[in-house]
């Protein structure tokens, strides 16, 4: 699945769901800092992307990294207020 999410990104390197899923895939295979640069850049481009900030709170938690974790959980009750799922 990584691989098909590079050749996505070596088309346009601002197609943020497939940053996310790469992000997503790195998570799933144990590569947890490399799966949050790929959330971080999603955020580079999109600092709203609220799909980029629950997989980068979600690697967070992971981590052991719950203070970011929530900061960024927060983030996207922020920016997606109507989102009952969330709260």
């Known amino acids: 699945a990584i691989e098909v999410y590079d050749s996505a990104?070596?088309?346009d390197d601002e197609l943020d769901q497939a940053w996310i899923g790469h992000g997503?895939?790195?998570r799933e295979s144990g590569e947890l800092d490399v799966a949050l640069e790929s959330f971080d850049i999603v955020l580079s481009f999109?600092?709203?992307n609220?799909?980029?900030y629950f997989?980068?709170?979600i690697t967070h938690y992971i981590l052991g990294?719950?203070?970011q974790a929530i900061e960024d959980m927060l983030r996207v009750i922020e920016l997606s207020p109507e989102n009952n799922n969330l709260h």
Do not use: V
């Open 24 to 26: 997503i895939a790195l």
């Open 55 to 57: 997989s980068r709170s």
């Open 50 to 52: 609220e799909a980029a």
């Open 9 to 11: 990104i070596e088309i």
């Open 65 to 67: 990294d719950l203070d």
């Open 46 to 48: 999109d600092p709203t």
